[in-house]
C-alpha cells in the first residue's frame, strides 16, 4: 500500500519517550526537504548538493530491533529504554520497525512471560534484553537474547517454546553482558538454535552477520547507498582500493569484480571475521580483511609509503581522525569517497582534504532512516592535478 505523503507520525504513542522518531511531527517530504536543507547549510560550501534520495515506503524499514524488558504491574512488558530515566517504555506496533522483527519480540515476551524468566531490573533477574535481525531479501531471523550473567534459565524450554511461537527464526543466540549501558551486547555468543549468524543478499553479493557485528539497518536503501558509492568510485578493474571501516566488508566485496586489489580494515573482530568469511563466500580473492584501528592502519601504510587508487571511507558518527586524513593524503587516492552518517563531522573532514589538495566532486544525501534526524551522505573527492 503506497504511504500517504500527507501523514504525519506523530499519532505514535510514545512519541516524546522514546525520542526515536525526531522529525516525525513533519510529513515525510517536509522531513526530507528539512535534511536537504541541513546538508545544503553544512555541505554547500564544499560544492553542489545533490537533491537526497528518499524511500518510497518511508515506515517499517528497520530490520534490526533491539527491546528492553521489565515487570509492570500489567505483567512483563517490552519495549525502549527511555533516554535519560533508563526505564522501559511498552511499545506496541512501531512505525519504523520491520514487522517481522517486532513480531519476534513479542514472542520472545511472550516466551518469558509464560516461562517466569525475569527482566534484569539492574540488581536482580536474568534477561536485559533482545536483539533482532531479519536478512530482508534472505528472510533469516536471528533472535539475539542478552543476559546479565552467564544464567538463562530454562534454557532450552526458552528455545523450543519461541521457536513454536514463531518457526521462521533461523537462529537463537545467547549473549552475556555485565556492562551497565542498556542495549549493548557482550563479547561472548552462544548459539541456542541454528548457526549463530544469519546471512543477506546485497548488489549480488551474499554476506554474513554476526551478533555484533556492523551491518546497516535499512537494508531497502543499503543497496542505493552503496550503488552511489560504487558509481562515485568509478573503478576501472586494476585499482588498488582501500576499505576503511569496513564492518563485515560490504562495499569492498560490492567493488571487488572492478577493482584489482581491495584492501579492508575495521576494529571490530567478529565484522573482520565476517567480512573474511564475506570474501570467500563470493569468492573475492582480491579482497583481504585486516583487524585494526583505521587511522594506526592508514598511518602504517603511508608510512611504508604504500600508494591506493582509490579510498572508500564509512566512519561511524563521530567521523575519521585528523591523522587519518594526513596519511591517507600521503597515500594519495586519485579518487576518495566518503560514506558518513553525520553530516557535520563530514563538513569537518572535507575541510581537512580540501585543504591538502584535493577537490570534492560530488555530494548526494540518502535517506536511509526516515522519521529519525540521522542523514547518510556519500561525498566524493579527487586530487588536484597540482598537487600530482
Ligand atoms: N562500511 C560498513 C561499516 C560502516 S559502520 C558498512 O557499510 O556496513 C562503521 C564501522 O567502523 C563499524 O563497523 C565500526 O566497528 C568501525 N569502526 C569504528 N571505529 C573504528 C576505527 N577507529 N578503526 C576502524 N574501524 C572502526
Same mark, same amino acid.
Given at each position: ?9 506523530? %499519532?505514535?504513542? *510514545?512519541?516524546?519517550?522514546? %525520542? ?16 536537504? =536543507? ?5 555541505? /554547500?560550501?564544499?560544492?553542489?548538493? =545533490?537533491?537526497?534520495? &528518499? ?9 534490526? $530491533? ?17 533516554? &535519560? ?11 519504523? +520497525? ?9 514472542? !520472545? ?12 531490573? /539492574? ?15 534472505? %528472510?533469516?531471523?536471528?533472535? *539475539? *537474547? ?21 518457526? =521462521? ?53 543499503? &543497496? ?12 576501472? &578493474? ?21 577493482? /584489482? ?26 579482497? +583481504? ?22 579510498? !572508500? ?25 566518503? $560514506? ?14 580540501? =585543504? ?33
Amino acid at each position: 500500500m503506497p504511504y500517504d505523503p500527507e501523514l504525519r507520525g506523530n %499519532g505514535c504513542p *510514545v512519541f516524546k519517550k522514546c %525520542g526515536g522518531c525526531q522529525l516525525q511531527n513533519l510529513t515525510y517530504p517536509e522531513q526530507l526537504r528539512y535534511k536537504q =536543507g541541513r546538508c545544503v547549510a553544512l555541505l /554547500g560550501r564544499f560544492g553542489h548538493v =545533490g537533491r537526497i534520495i &528518499g524511500m518510497e515506503e518511508p515506515y517499517h524499514y528497520r530490520c534490526k $530491533v533491539q527491546a528492553g524488558f521489565a515487570k509492570t504491574r500489567a505483567g512483563l512488558v517490552s519495549g525502549v529504554y527511555q533516554s &535519560g530515566s533508563g526505564r522501559v517504555v511498552p511499545v506496541e506496533g512501531c512505525m519504523i +520497525e520491520d514487522e517481522v522483527c517486532s513480531g519476534a519480540v513479542a514472542h !520472545v515476551r511472550d516466551t518469558l512471560r509464560e516461562l517466569r524468566i525475569r527482566p534484569w531490573d /539492574g540488581r536482580t533477574g536474568d534477561v536485559r534484553h533482545v536483539l533482532v535481525r531479519r536478512g530482508l531479501y534472505s %528472510g533469516e531471523l536471528m533472535v *539475539v *537474547v542478552v543476559t546479565q550473567t552467564r544464567q538463562l534459565p530454562s534454557k532450552n524450554a526458552f528455545v523450543e517454546n519461541l521457536l513454536r511461537r514463531m518457526p =521462521g527464526i533461523t537462529t537463537v543466540v545467547h549473549n552475556v553482558c555485565a556492562d551497565p549501558l542498556p542495549l549493548t551486547l557482550g563479547r561472548e555468543n552462544e548459539a541456542l538454535y541454528g548457526a549463530g549468524s544469519i546471512v543477506d543478499t546485497l548488489l549480488g553479493k551474499t554476506f554474513r552477520i554476526s551478533p555484533n557485528s556492523f551491518y546497516q539497518v535499512n537494508p531497502a536503501m543499503t &543497496g542505493t547507498l552503496y550503488r552511489t558509492a560504487l558509481d562515485f568510485l568509478d573503478l576501472k &578493474g586494476s585499482e588498488t582500493l582501500l576499505d576503511a571501516y569496513c564492518g563485515t566488508g560490504t562495499i569492498g566485496i560490492a567493488a571487488s569484480d572492478s577493482a /584489482g586489489r581491495v584492501i579492508g580494515v575495521e576494529l571490530n573482530s567478529d565484522a573482520v571475521r565476517d567480512a573474511k568469511l564475506n570474501a570467500r563466500m563470493n569468492g573475492a580473492d582480491n579482497a +583481504e580483511f585486516y583487524r585494526g584501528d583505521a587511522t594506526a592502519f592508514m598511518e602504517a601504510m603511508a608510512e611504508r609509503g604504500e600508494k591506493l587508487d582509490a579510498l !572508500v571511507m564509512d566512519p561511524p558518527r563521530a567521523g575519521s581522525s585528523a591523522r587519518f586524513i594526513r596519511s591517507a593524503v600521503k597515500a594519495a587516492p586519485e579518487r576518495i569517497v566518503y $560514506v558518513s552518517c553525520e553530516p557535520e563531522t563530514l563538513a569537518r573532514d572535507l575541510a581537512l582534504f580540501t =585543504g591538502s589538495g584535493y577537490r570534492v566532486r560530488r555530494i548526494q544525501p540518502v535517506d536511509m532512516f526516515p522519521h529519525t534526524k540521522h542523514c547518510e551522505v556519500v561525498a566524493s573527492l579527487t586530487r588536484d592535478s597540482a598537487s600530482r
